[in-house]
T-cell receptor, first 114, second 112 residues
Framework: DAKTTQPPSMDCAEGRAANLPCNHSTISGNEYVYWYRQIHSQGPQYIIHGLKNNETNEMASLIITEDRKSSTLILPHATLRDTAVYYCIVRVSTSDNNTDKLIFGTGTRLQVFP | KAGVTQTPRYLIKTRGQQVTLSCSPISGHRSVSWYQQTPGQGLQFLFEYFSETQRNKGNFPGRFSGRQFSNSRSEMNVSTLELGDSALYLC???????????FGPGTRLLVL
């Protein structure tokens, strides 16, 4: 089962910031938070990941709460092309044979409107 | 650097047939994972290969199998196809097993 909970859908006006929340209350100390998005019928696209510090790259920012039980993906200036399903995934980063897989939940369907 | 490529992109088969899908990882990546995506079950992990060895396997029947070659290219095979095997099959590669996975465009399989 997925270890994350996300709202099923969100809307965002073009040009505004899109803030996508994710709850991962059972996260362990060595588990990373990953974000992917999937535009209809395409392969998931990697966005960003983090362990405990906030992260930023050219696509988005990731804010992780101090207790690491939740995080927020921020798309600073959403465009119509950002319309997609966004998946928040908790992934263990160890050499344990049972941890090298991504367990996808149902994600958040973000609709960016003009 | 080229991304993950999957062939074929689309495939139509009939029940009882078998199918082989191919995945070429990003150059230098040694880990390849396979996922199945259906409207009802979402994205589900099938298996992962690293250095030609299966390291991890999801909860799928034995009809689903895979292998990895010395150049890290991977194939997955589904035997005795069922209607429920209709899905988007996704391949993802990473440098090491624990590193970020990058997905290919997928192979859409339709079983009639």
């Amino acid at each position: 089962d997925a270890k994350t909970t996300q709202p099923p859908s969100m809307d965002c006006a073009e040009g505004r910031a899109a803030n996508l929340p994710c709850n991962h209350s059972t996260i362990s100390g060595n588990e990373y938070v990953y974000w992917y998005r999937q535009i209809h019928s395409q392969g998931p696209q990697y966005i960003i990941h983090g362990l405990k510090n906030n992260e930023t790259n050219e696509m988005a920012s990731l804010i992780i709460t101090e207790d690491r039980k939740s995080s927020t993906l921020i798309l600073p200036h959403a465009t119509l092309r950002d319309t997609a399903v966004y998946y928040c995934i908790v992934r263990v980063s160890t050499s344990d044979n049972n941890t090298d897989k991504l367990i996808f939940g149902t994600g958040t369907r973000l609709q960016v409107f003009p | 650097k080229a991304g993950v490529t999957q062939t074929p992109r689309y495939l139509i088969k009939t029940r009882g047939q078998q199918v082989t899908l191919s995945c070429s990882p990003i150059s230098g990546h040694r880990s390849v994972s396979w996922y199945q995506q259906t409207p009802g079950q979402g994205l589900q992990f099938l298996f992962e290969y690293f250095s030609e060895t299966q390291r991890n396997k999801g909860n799928f029947p034995g009809r689903f199998s895979g292998r990895q070659f010395s150049n890290s290219r991977s194939e997955m095979n589904v035997s005795t196809l069922e209607l429920g095997d209709s899905a988007l099959y996704l391949c993802a590669s990473s440098f090491w097993s624990e590193e970020t996975q990058y997905f290919g465009p997928g192979t859409r399989l339709l079983v009639l």
